[in-house]
């Protein structure tokens, strides 16, 4: 009788370990594949936290240049006011001590022979 039950509990055994593998598989596989989803969904998002980074860099980049050549441009726009002012307007120099008039150079050597 005790061999009976030993026979029978072996047999027990056995259909339950094959049942395991039956059920364990399908689980064994579904496990790998959420393994799988979830490295997947991890490098997805690190691309498009990348890509991310890279827009904002370049965002931050065109932004610097936009910003550069306005401040040439307005630095532009001053000198340019500054060279349409009249000459006496700006500020005369110790040495010029002219009125502002220009005078053709053939005048002051014709001046100065005649003077002579």
């Given at each position: 009788?005790?061999?009976?039950?030993?026979?029978?509990?072996?047999?027990?055994?056995?259909?339950?370990?094959?049942?395991?593998?039956?059920?364990?598989?399908?689980?064994?596989?579904?496990?790998?594949?959420?393994?799988?989803?979830?490295?997947?969904?991890r490098a997805n998002m690190d691309i498009r936290l990348?890509?991310?980074?890279?827009?904002?860099?370049?965002?931050?980049?065109?932004?610097?240049?936009?910003?550069?050549?306005?401040?040439?441009?307005?630095?532009?726009?001053?000198?340019?006011?500054?060279?349409?002012?009249?000459?006496?307007?700006?500020?005369?120099?110790?040495?010029?001590?002219?009125?502002?008039?220009?005078?053709?150079?053939?005048?002051?050597?014709?001046?100065?022979?005649?003077?002579g």
């Open positions: 009788m005790e061999k009976k039950f030993q026979l029978a509990y072996k047999e027990m055994q056995l259909k339950l370990q094959k049942d395991r593998k039956v059920v364990d598989g399908p689980i064994q596989t579904e496990r790998v594949n959420m393994d799988a989803n979830v490295l997947q969904a990348q890509q991310e980074h890279k827009d904002m860099d370049h965002k931050a980049m065109v932004e610097q240049v936009m910003m550069e050549g306005k401040m040439v441009e307005d630095r532009g726009r001053k000198n340019h006011r500054i060279l349409e002012r009249p000459y006496g307007d700006q500020e005369e120099d110790e040495n010029d001590a002219d009125d502002g008039e220009l005078v053709p150079l053939a005048g002051l050597v014709g001046q100065k022979e005649e003077g």
